[in-house]
Every structure is written in C-alpha cells, then in structure tokens.
C-alpha cells in the first residue's frame, strides 16, 4: 500500500512541476517541451514510442558525469520536442542533432529552438532510425526507451557497424527496458547507473569496449 501511494505522489508532483513549466514558462513563449505525445504508440502499436520528457535536473546530472568536452558529439535517437537536445545546447559539445520518426514532434522542436535561437546549434532530422545514415559521426548516443526491442536491437548493430574498433563511444540508456539489446551485443560495459527521482526511472551508461 505505502508503495502505491509513493508513487501517485510522485506522479502529483510531477504533474504539478511540469504543468507549472508548461504554462507558465513554455506556453507564453510559444515553446513545447513537456506536454507528452503518445499516438505514436497507440499506431505502432507499441512497435515505436511516444514523447515523454526527460526531467532536466536528471539531464544535467548525466552530462555533469561524462564530463562533456568539446570533441564529443550527441545523437539523440527519437528527440522527440528536443528537451534532451536543449540541456545538451549548455555543454560544449561540437555537434547535437535529434531524429525522429515523427514530422509533428520534428516541426514542435525545431519551433521551439527557432524561438530559443538554438537553430545554428542544434540538427533536427525527421528520418526512420533505421535508415539513418550518420551514426558514425557521433561519439555520445541518447535513448529514452524510443522502441521496442526489435528495432532497439537493430539501431544498436548499425552503430557498432559503424563505430567497432573505431573510436570508443557511449550510449546513454534512460528507461531502459530493453537493455539486453546492448548488453547482449559484448561490445559494451554498463559504467553507470542514475536514478531519475522525479519519475522513478533509471539511466544506463555504457561505454564501448573496444
């Protein structure tokens, strides 16, 4: 019972937070980084999921432990409306581009960073992840759960396709439901693990062994 009840205050909290944020902050700004989006879901029928935000104050402390610096790159697999790519605009990354499968979510991020004039530093690209053509460009990948396990396991071999032996990577793995899709590769060490209080939820961080 006391379990159940932690986590609907929690969830009360969290509701409070984010809808303070949105109207209140984003709204009058013409902004939209918290209101989720889950048709995505409900079409795919759970093959591909929806937008849900990743709380920022977690974000920040995932960035303040890789020790961001100016050589490395992110990749955001399935950004959604871009929260993970705004947090990761205050580290010196030389690179930060979001895909998405989804034209809606892709035309809310890019209006939001056109409204925080991000445009010049962050790269939205509506694209299939599995058709994606760049991975081998970035150093640092994001993954908040954007997938079932099928597709998880697919992207996961195309960026070790481009990457294995290479220059050595790190994948960032928040909700990670299907972390046997990395792990059961061989190619890399879980070096981290984070707690998301806000909504209970894990980060994995692996780093290539190669």
């Not at 990743?54 to 929260?83: M, P, W």
Request: hydrophobic residues 35%; neutral net charge.
């Amino acid at each position: 019972m006391k379990g159940k009840i932690d986590i609907y205050l929690r969830r009360f909290k969290r509701y409070i937070k984010y809808g303070v944020q949105y109207y209140f902050y984003e709204k009058p700004k013409g902004l939209d980084f918290t209101m989720r989006d889950m048709h995505l879901t409900e079409e795919s029928k759970g093959v591909l999921h929806g937008y849900s935000k990743t709380n920022e104050k977690h974000l920040a402390e995932i960035f303040r432990y890789l020790q961001i610096q100016e050589r490395d790159s992110l990749l955001d697999v399935g950004c959604g409306k871009g929260v993970v790519l705004k947090e990761a605009a205050k580290q010196p990354f030389c690179k930060i581009t979001g895909i998405d499968i989804d034209s809606g979510l892709i035309e809310t991020a890019n209006r939001n960073f056109e409204i925080l004039h991000l445009s010049d530093r962050i790269r939205c690209v509506e694209t299939d992840a599995l058709r994606f053509p760049e991975y081998g460009e970035y150093n640092t990948f994001f993954f908040f759960n954007p997938f079932g396990e099928e597709v998880m396991r697919a992207v996961i071999d195309k960026i070790i396709k481009e990457h294995d032996g290479k220059e050595r990577i790190r994948i960032i793995y928040h909700n990670p439901v299907y972390r046997q899709a990395i792990e059961d590769t061989g190619k890399f060490v879980s070096v981290k693990e984070m707690h998301d209080s806000m909504k209970d939820y894990r980060t994995v961080i692996y780093v290539s062994n190669w």
